[in-house]
């Protein structure tokens, strides 16, 4: 450490310029910045500070400014032999003209934004720097482009004829044409940690007066120096590690022979003893040593085999063998397939099992509604059954009688059918009683509901307000004064209860209320029959009912009244029926596809069925409800479905796809759906087709229809399509579906069966 402190004073004393006398280091050399000249001293801290990740290699690039050749002295003879190579040593002999001179070219690399700083002389052109930074940057050097104040550089241009001086600075930038393939990143990797210059320019005194200016071109090599020990100051803790050179070691010359060491081709032997695990030896009888026979075996030897007998016997066993495995595996086979067709005919058992409680629970449905009849479906089932009934009795009459005795049986067939007409008449009549009664009492519990939410933990909370409690107390005053059985003190009890409960508002419902009751009270004192009390009865049912649809009297019942909608709104949407004479909203008129003017409403309609059609829709409607069920969990925004009626569906099923399944002729409707022809497109009635239940689910996986089914079967489902475009295309919201079909021609070509022929005439 003092001897290079030494050397760094003595480099510090000896001013600009270093005596010729003295050998080259390092050390001692000036750098000569374009703004400033300073002690190498401080170069020399900076090269300390980068000894720990790398090294730090000089080379001499320029010559003397001088005009006149030198003669090398000892310090370069020295530098010479220290390291540079003999064509380095012969550029610093040689004299050189102005082209000749290097300048310090900075290339800027875009859009990386790295500083790349080397020497070049400045006859170099343009193309001459592509192909040295093209080795460099690993990319080919016709992609490179070069740019100067932000115009781009001819390749035939030189540094001299940019007006790059002699020992002057100049700046490029660099970018790639092709940056996706060939972009321009810096091969060097960045040490942020050194600051130390790329080129700095040394002056060298070589004579008395004679001065030579040398470019010094720092290279920063990537090796890794290895640790070589140390010690540790025991008072100051401090440690202290030997330091290694910092020239790249010499690489040896390329002799154009390919080499190879022999260390790596040589195989790594290795000798090593074995011990068997049990020692045998063999002993014979000889002079000094008997060895007693007793135990020896004779050993005769048996019948020689040759080579084909033992492949033979091998050929035999293996043949054996495969017998065995063979019928292993047939055995295995033959009982996967037995259970195979065991379970097979438990799956077809329970299925026609399945099927047939199906049927037996449909025909049960029927005859329970048959028998007690409850909604407007049910009395229309029976109507279609009578109208089938008298058209079977029709034809028995007209092929078995005639003229006198078929008038006859006509007239008491219309007698039978009067009388059954009247019974379903009775019945509709006390459905429609039932169900009054039944609507009342939902209307009251629905009154009376307290409130309830959910709160956050799950649970149901209920909670009754005054309004909620008030409503429960009317409801089971009103179910009280409707049971019948009471003894006279009983039935007197009620009456009061309920007397007292509407005394509470005077005003004229309540007056005839208490009048009514009071009356009664005055009748059961008498011992008047309850048979002669009923219509008295039923009046204070009624006005009672009425007392409690009024929101004065039941605040909770204002939530669940109809509120009458505005007459001018109203008067909007009114129609008139030819069939009742009144004028109605628009809901209780029902259209079709057929529909050209509003006709009958709803009623009117039902009417008309009942006395001369006699139709049943609920096979169409069963069909239609499934349908909007299937389709609404394919898409929840499905509208085709929603526009279709009873009868339409009527028209589609009965006379487009003749009320069988376009398989297996099946034409039981109760068996019968109607899903998607194929299923990447929205139901429609051009987009179908009519199967059982048991057909349409392996419809439902078939992936393309064109090769599932046959030529002829797929067009006769065209045809079918074709006919119900053409129908229901008179509506006009399935027109506007038709429409947006059509504006889609590729996706719906296969939908048309043919196109048409134009022909020119002359």
């Given at each position: 450490?003092s001897e290079?402190?030494?050397?760094h004073?003595s480099?510090?004393?000896?001013?600009d310029?270093v005596?010729?006398?003295?050998s080259?280091h390092?050390?001692?050399l000036?750098?000569?910045?374009?703004?400033q000249?300073?002690?190498l001293?401080?170069?020399?801290?900076?090269?300390e500070?980068?000894?720990?990740?790398?090294e730090l290699k000089v080379e001499i690039?320029s010559?003397?400014?001088a005009?006149?050749?030198?003669q090398?002295?000892?310090?370069?003879?020295g530098l010479s032999?220290d390291?540079?190579?003999?064509?380095?040593?012969e550029i610093i002999?040689?004299?050189?003209?102005v082209?000749?001179?290097?300048?310090?070219?900075?290339i800027l690399?875009m859009?990386?934004?790295?500083m790349m700083t080397?020497?070049f002389t400045?006859?170099?052109t343009?193309?001459?720097l592509?192909i040295?930074?093209?080795?460099?940057?690993?990319?080919p050097?016709d992609i490179?482009?070069?740019t100067?104040?932000g115009?781009?550089v001819?390749?035939?241009?030189?540094?001299?004829s940019l007006?790059?001086?002699?020992?002057?600075?100049?700046?490029?930038d660099?970018?790639?044409l092709?940056?996706e393939?060939y972009p321009?990143k810096?091969v060097?990797?960045?040490h942020?940690?050194?600051?130390?210059p790329?080129v700095i320019?040394?002056?060298?005194?070589?004579?008395?007066?004679?001065f030579?200016d040398?470019?010094?071109?720092?290279?920063?090599?990537?090796?890794?120096?290895p640790?070589?020990?140390?010690?540790r100051?025991?008072?100051?803790?401090t440690?202290?590690?030997?330091?290694?050179?910092?020239?790249?070691?010499?690489r040896r010359?390329?002799?154009?022979?390919?080499?190879?060491s022999?260390?790596?081709?040589?195989?790594e032997?290795?000798?090593?003893?074995?011990q068997?695990?049990?020692?045998t030896?063999?002993?014979?009888?000889?002079i000094g040593c008997?060895?007693?026979n007793?135990?020896d075996k004779l050993?005769t030897?048996g019948?020689?085999?040759?080579a084909?007998?033992?492949?033979?016997?091998?050929l035999k066993?293996?043949i054996?063998i495969q017998?065995?495995?063979?019928?292993?595996q047939a055995?295995?086979?033959t009982a996967q397939l037995?259970?195979d067709k065991?379970?097979?005919?438990?799956?077809?058992?329970r299925?026609e099992?399945?099927?047939?409680?199906?049927?037996?629970?449909?025909?049960?449905?029927e005859?329970?509604r048959?028998?007690?009849?409850?909604?407007?479906e049910d009395?229309a089932l029976?109507?279609?059954?009578?109208?089938k009934?008298?058209?079977?009795e029709?034809?028995?009459?007209n092929a078995?009688?005639?003229?006198?005795?078929?008038?006859?049986?006509?007239?008491?067939?219309?007698?039978?059918?009067t009388?059954?007409?009247s019974s379903i008449?009775?019945h509709?009549?006390?459905?429609?009683?039932?169900?009054q009664?039944?609507?009342?009492?939902?209307f009251l519990?629905?009154?009376?509901?307290?409130k309830?939410w959910r709160?956050?933990?799950g649970?149901?909370?209920?909670m009754?307000?005054?309004?909620?409690?008030?409503?429960?107390e009317l409801?089971d005053l009103?179910?009280?004064?409707?049971l019948?059985y009471f003894?006279?003190e009983?039935?007197?009890?009620?009456l009061?209860?309920?007397?007292?409960?509407?005394?509470?508002?005077d005003c004229?419902?309540?007056?005839?209320?208490v009048?009514?009751?009071d009356?009664?009270?005055d009748?059961?004192?008498?011992?008047?029959?309850?048979?002669?009390?009923?219509g008295?009865?039923?009046?204070?049912s009624?006005?009672f009912?009425?007392?409690?649809?009024?929101?004065?009297?039941?605040?909770?019942?204002?939530?669940?009244?109809?509120?009458?909608?505005?007459p001018t709104?109203?008067r909007?949407?009114?129609?008139?029926c030819?069939?009742c004479?009144?004028?109605?909203?628009?809901?209780e008129?029902?259209l079709?596809t057929s529909?050209?003017?509003?006709?009958?409403?709803?009623?009117?309609?039902?009417?008309?069925?009942e006395?001369?059609?006699?139709?049943d829709?609920?096979?169409?409607?069963?069909?239609?409800?499934c349908l909007?069920?299937?389709?609404?969990?394919?898409?929840?925004?499905?509208k085709?479905?929603?526009?279709?009626?009873e009868?339409d569906?009527?028209y589609?099923?009965?006379?487009?796809?003749?009320a069988q399944?376009?398989?297996s002729?099946?034409?039981d409707?109760?068996?019968?759906?109607?899903?998607?022809?194929?299923?990447?497109?929205?139901?429609?009635?051009?987009?179908c087709?009519?199967l059982t239940?048991?057909?349409?689910?392996p419809?439902?996986?078939?992936?393309n229809?064109?090769k599932?089914?046959?030529?002829?079967?797929?067009?006769n489902i065209?045809?079918?399509?074709t006919?119900?475009?053409k129908?229901?295309?008179q509506i006009p919201?399935?027109?506007?579906?038709?429409?947006d079909?059509?504006s889609?021609?590729?996706?719906?070509?296969d939908l048309?069966?043919?196109?048409p022929?134009?022909?020119e005439?002359?």
């Open positions: 450490m290079m402190e030494g050397e004073d480099a510090s004393e000896s001013g310029v005596e010729a006398g003295e080259l390092v050390e001692s000036m750098v000569d910045v374009p703004t000249r300073a002690n001293t401080q170069t020399e801290a900076e090269l500070e980068c000894t720990d990740s790398q690039r010559l003397s400014t005009g006149q050749e030198t090398p002295d000892s310090a370069l003879t032999q390291g540079f190579s003999q064509h380095e040593s002999k040689t004299s050189v003209n082209g000749d001179a290097t300048a310090t070219v900075k690399l859009p990386e934004g790295h080397m020497a400045i006859g170099l343009t193309q001459d592509k040295h930074f093209a080795s460099e940057l690993r990319v050097s490179i482009q070069i100067l104040n115009q781009a001819d390749d035939h241009q030189t540094l001299m007006g790059v001086q002699p020992h002057g600075t100049v700046q490029f660099m970018s790639s092709d940056p393939n321009i810096p060097k990797p960045q942020a940690e050194c600051s130390m790329d320019t040394v002056r060298v005194q070589t004579d008395v007066n004679t030579q040398v470019v010094v071109e720092i290279e920063r090599a990537t090796l890794k120096k640790f070589l020990g140390g010690y100051h025991k008072a100051t803790k440690e202290y590690h030997h330091a290694a050179v910092q020239t790249i070691p010499r010359p390329d002799r154009g022979v390919e080499m190879f022999r260390d790596t081709q040589t195989v032997l290795k000798s090593q003893a074995q068997c695990t049990v020692n030896s063999t002993q014979m009888t000889k008997y060895v007693s007793m135990k050993i030897p019948t020689y085999v040759t084909d007998e033992f492949h033979s016997k091998r066993a293996v054996t017998t065995y495995f063979r019928r292993w055995m295995q086979l037995r259970l065991e379970l097979h005919l438990a799956w077809a058992e299925e099992r399945r099927k047939t409680e199906e049927k037996e629970e449909q025909i049960r449905a005859y329970h048959r028998m007690n009849p409850e909604k407007k009395f029976l109507y279609s059954a009578l109208e009934w008298r058209q079977e029709v034809a028995r009459i078995s009688l005639s003229e006198a005795e078929r008038k006859a049986a006509l007239c008491a067939l219309l007698e039978q059918e009388q059954f007409i008449g009775c509709r009549i006390a459905a429609r009683e039932r169900n009664e039944k609507a009342v009492q939902a519990d629905k009154c009376a509901a307290p309830t709160a956050f933990d649970i149901m909370t209920q009754d307000t005054p309004q909620s409690i008030r409503a429960k409801r009103y179910s009280s004064i409707n019948q003894s006279q009983e039935r007197l009890d009620v009061l209860t309920l007397k007292h409960t509407v005394k509470d508002h004229k419902l309540t007056q005839q209320i009048e009514l009751i009356r009664e009270a009748l059961l004192r008498r011992g008047v029959k309850e048979s002669n009390l009923e008295l009865r039923k009046r204070i009624t006005l009912l009425q007392y409690i649809k009024t929101p004065t009297f039941n605040p909770q019942v204002a939530k669940l009244l109809h509120v009458p909608q505005d709104q109203l909007k949407n009114i129609y008139f030819r069939g004479s009144n004028y109605l909203p628009s809901t008129f029902t079709t529909t050209q003017v509003v006709g009958l409403c709803r009623r009117c309609s039902e009417l008309d069925n006395a001369c059609r006699r139709e829709f609920s096979h169409y409607r069963t069909i239609l409800k909007r069920k299937t389709e609404a969990e394919y898409s929840p925004d499905a085709i479905t929603y526009l279709l009626q009868q569906l009527r589609l099923v009965d006379v487009v796809w003749g399944s376009a398989l002729a099946w034409n409707l109760h068996d019968l759906v109607l899903v998607r022809w194929d299923r990447q497109w929205e139901w429609s009635p051009w987009n087709i009519l239940k048991d057909e349409a689910a419809h439902h996986k078939v992936e229809v064109e599932a089914y046959s030529v002829p079967f797929i067009r065209k045809h079918k399509h006919l119900a475009r129908y229901f295309s919201m399935m027109a506007e579906h038709l429409h079909l059509d889609k021609p590729a996706a719906h070509s048309l069966v043919t196109k022929i134009t022909m005439t002359k």
